[in-house]
């Protein structure tokens, strides 16, 4: 009688952990994305640099406006390798988190506005929404990425505080 119980336990215990995994798997969360998406290699690798990546697989939502690694390697020679070194961490999370709002913002949500969101980081970026939408001086490219806890929008600058 015992072993039916356990084998029955483990039976509902497997199942609930499948059920788990089909929910979690149906769609991917912010850095899932951005590491499939094969145009953000250096951004994942800064988020990984920052210890930032359990922050934005978390339940969120946040709005990430991406930068591609073409607004990476146009950042002047070096900055970027000087980023990334351990005793740049805290400025490295400054500029990151600069490009994370909370919450969920879509391009129709701004459409047609000039917006001063706080970041995450919590300084204000400038959006503007009336030709295409920009962020401070960058360009949305691509719009409305969606990801289990928010949205990617694609820029092709990196934003600096």
Wanted: aromatic share 4%.
């Amino acid at each position: 009688m015992k072993l039916s119980y356990f084998v029955k336990a483990t039976a509902l215990a497997a199942t609930i952990a499948l059920a788990g995994c089909a929910d979690t798997m149906g769609e991917p969360d912010i850095v899932e994305v951005a590491q499939s998406a094969g145009t953000f290699e250096t951004l994942v690798a800064a988020v990984s640099a920052a210890d930032l990546v359990g922050t934005l697989q978390s339940e969120g939502p946040f709005t990430v406006f991406a930068p591609t690694d073409a607004a990476f390697a146009a950042l002047p020679e070096g900055t970027l390798d000087t980023l990334l070194l351990p005793e740049n961490k805290d400025q490295l999370t400054a500029i990151l988190t600069y490009h994370v709002l909370p919450g969920k913002v879509m391009a129709a949500d701004i459409a047609g506005q000039r917006l001063s969101p706080t970041t995450v980081n919590g300084k204000a970026v400038h959006v503007d929404g009336r030709s295409g939408v920009r962020v401070n001086k960058a360009n949305v490219i691509q719009a409305d990425i969606p990801a289990s806890n928010g949205v990617i929008h694609v820029i092709d600058r990196v934003l600096l505080p």
